[in-house]
């Protein structure tokens, strides 16, 4: 897997209903160390607690605060950040998501939340740390623009992902904008390769 | 910890349920060597033990570890996802149940059972020796004790 936590790490994930993610890091460390599954909205407790508790998951505390705005007073050594999106990745497989987008499509406010959370979550990585930040949407503005905003505001690193699966390097184009070169190492990947959702992540390092 | 945590369970709460598990289902509590206990209302909660939870005392926390026991009447009652964690590790007051009497259980009946052991709670697992939940026995009877929303899921099986 892309984030890898190794038995008894500490490790967070800044959006984690409805929880399935969450379980599969508990399975990585084998129930060890602790995980801090963040939640903001209340309803969606319930499907996150069922989840880990179907699933066995005893190393698991869940909270309820704005990701971007998670108390910075210990650093962790892992960090998933799956963010909000607009889903584009997951419009294939439902026609009702696909009126609901082509009726809303609020991209903006994502984009900026986005980089409200990636930029805490780096900031919440201790050094040595690495944060898997991941969408489920193509759209450039809430993925490589997102990544780029901060490489350009924090010392972070990218670095390779190695799946053994079809996926496609991050663009550093896009219409009008230029991004920083380093992130054809984050990864998009497409559902005419995968036969999935479509999906985009960048793994990030802190020195 | 930070005042939203659930309190931890006082030395003798937790071993009269560990000696419970131990008298009524074989379950050593070396099992739970490395588990924290919380008591929330009238539920204990386990959490393992590992010094990041220090790191973590100041978060207000909404949920923590697995709820894992309830205080019914005068019974403890073993949670169906704490049973199919440590269910395995019973030594007794334990029926292996066919995928038939599943179904009939889930369907609201009652099984027949001559199993040697008083009236509470017994593990129902099914042939291949998976701990799948709880029933009750009372007077020859086992009753199930499987969550509503989990009928479903057995039903597919």
């Known amino acids: 897997m892309v984030l890898s936590p190794a038995k008894g790490s500490f490790v967070l994930d800044m959006c984690a209903a409805p929880g399935g993610k969450t379980a599969h890091l508990a399975q990585l460390m084998d129930n060890t160390g602790l995980i801090i599954a963040n939640e903001l909205f209340q309803d969606r407790h319930l499907s996150l607690g069922n989840t880990l508790d179907r699933l066995g998951v005893v190393n698991t505390v869940v909270t309820a605060y704005q990701a971007q705005q998670f108390p910075l007073k210990e650093p962790f050594d892992f960090i998933l950040a799956d963010v909000p999106c607009s889903g584009e990745g997951t419009l294939r497989g439902s026609a009702l998501k696909r009126l609901a987008y082509s009726k809303t499509v609020p991209l903006k406010p994502f984009s900026a939340l986005q980089k409200k959370i990636i930029l805490r979550g780096f900031d919440l990585l201790k050094k040595g740390g690495e944060m898997l930040y991941s969408t489920c949407t193509y759209n450039p503005d809430e993925n490589e623009e997102v990544v780029d905003f901060l490489l350009k505001n924090r010392q972070a690193e990218l670095l390779p992902i190695n799946l053994h699966i079809d996926f496609e390097p991050g663009i550093t184009q896009w219409r009008d904008k230029k991004y920083d070169p380093r992130l054809v190492r984050s990864a998009r990947f497409y559902p005419h390769q995968l036969n999935s959702v479509g999906f985009f992540m960048a793994r990030i390092g802190r020195r | ?157």
């Open chain 2, 1 to 157: 910890l930070d005042s939203s945590w659930p309190e931890l369970a006082e030395d003798e709460e937790r071993d009269s349920i560990f000696c419970y598990l131990r008298d009524r289902f074989g379950i050593s509590s070396k099992q739970f060597d490395g588990y924290l206990m919380f008591k929330r209302k009238q539920a204990w909660i386990l959490l393992k033990e590992t010094q990041q939870i220090r790191y973590a005392s100041h978060l207000r926390v909404e949920k923590a570890g697995l709820k894992a026991f309830r205080k019914v009447s005068k019974y403890v009652k073993p949670t169906t996802r704490f049973i199919q964690l440590f269910g395995n590790a019973a030594t007794k007051a334990k029926v292996e149940i066919s995928k038939k009497q599943l179904s009939r259980l889930i369907n609201g009946e009652d099984l027949v059972s001559e199993m040697d052991v008083q009236k509470g709670y017994v593990i129902l697992s099914l042939r291949d020796g998976n701990a799948i939940g709880i029933g009750f026995f009372d007077e020859g009877r086992i009753r199930s004790q499987l969550p509503k929303r989990s009928r479903a899921y057995f039903k597919e099986e």
